[in-house]
């Protein structure tokens, strides 16, 4: 088991892996997919503050995603969806 690859998505949820710094991708091999939107500010005054989770535990802390990361280029793409979606409010 290596370290753990990391990137973040554009404004088109397009996203490049990270392996470290200056290495990009992933280990060959099937790898557990975590989505977050976990965000942090630092604040000039020294403070942080960090925003709450927005996506479900099914696709992050408790993930049933995987990627099957082959020799080469490799393009992933998955979709989230919610149980509540769909839903009308009342």
Known sequence: MGRPSAGMTDQQGHFILDYAAGYRGALVGTHT??????????????????FKETIPDTYNSKSTLSADV????????????????????R
């Open 70 to 89: 082959q020799t080469g280029e490799n393009q992933f793409t998955f979709d989230l969806s919610s149980k509540t979606a769909g839903r009308k409010r």
């Open 33 to 50: 997919v975590r989505i977050n939107t976990e965000r942090y500010v630092e604040n000039p005054d020294g403070t942080t503050d960090f």
